[in-house]
């Protein structure tokens, strides 16, 4: 069964440095998201991104975020200037298509760790 | 805005014995409604999902869940559970037109043997 695949599983970085963080979604799908879990806490959304834009972002995705697919198959979460308490897991999904019944599919997820 | 309620943090059950996590929904109109599995180190995978008609659906690894309107609930059962099961639950919650996925808080199921 086809899978979303994530990279790194575990980044650790220090505080203020910059982390990009990648995904190969499953690939006949169109839409992709970041979410995040914080240790201890919900799963939250970060973004969606579609035909090369972003199509929904929470308010958790500010300037410090950004996506951005850089070829055909990655699709990539960067934070700059990265704080103590962006140590989360973070999660990337994809689904074949935006409208709501269409299931999202996640991957493994990478756990970064900022010193 | 849509919201989650799993009130339970932490399940125990038996191997072999039924299960049912619950799972409460806020939102204004007909949800679409996920529920998520995920293993230690593992991402999430889908268990199943309900957008219309039956209310009760049917998953994978021999979950089920039944939509109730009435009770703004969506509770996930397994007849007899298996040491396998052992893992975090999450209830999610989709709005219509949304692309974000609300998740509750999760609920950890451990299997004594």
């Known amino acids: 069964e086809p899978e979303v695949t994530q990279t790194p599983s575990h980044q650790v970085t220090q505080m203020g440095q910059e982390v990009i963080l990648r995904c190969v979604p499953i690939s006949n799908h169109l839409y992709f998201y970041w979410y995040r879990q914080i240790l201890g806490q919900k799963v939250e959304f970060l973004v969606s991104?579609?035909?090369?834009?972003?199509?929904?972002k929470s308010e958790i995705f500010d300037d410090q975020f950004s996506v951005e697919r850089p070829d055909g198959s990655n699709f990539t979460l960067k934070i700059r200037s990265t704080k103590l308490e962006d140590s989360a897991m973070y999660f990337c999904?994809?689904?074949?298509?935006?409208?709501?019944?269409?299931?999202?599919?996640f991957g493994d997820g990478t756990r970064l760790s900022i010193l | 805005a849509q919201s989650v309620t799993q009130p339970d943090i932490h399940i125990t059950v038996s191997e072999g014995a039924s299960l049912e996590l619950r799972c409460n929904y806020s939102?204004?109109?007909?949800?679409?409604l996920f529920w998520y599995v995920q293993s230690p180190g593992q991402g999430l995978q889908l268990l199943l999902k309900y957008f219309s008609g039956d209310t009760l659906v049917q998953g994978i690894k021999g979950f089920e869940a039944e939509f109730k309107r009435s009770q703004s609930s969506f509770n996930l059962r397994k007849p007899s559970v298996h040491w396998s099961d052992a893992a975090e639950y999450f209830c999610a919650v989709r709005g219509q037109g949304a692309q974000k996925l609300v998740f509750g808080q999760g609920t950890r199921l451990t299997i004594n043997p």
């Open positions: 939102y204004g109109a007909t949800p679409y």
């Open positions: 991104f579609y035909n090369n834009e972003i199509s929904e």
């Open positions: 999904a994809s689904s074949e298509q935006g409208t709501s019944f269409w299931p999202q599919h």
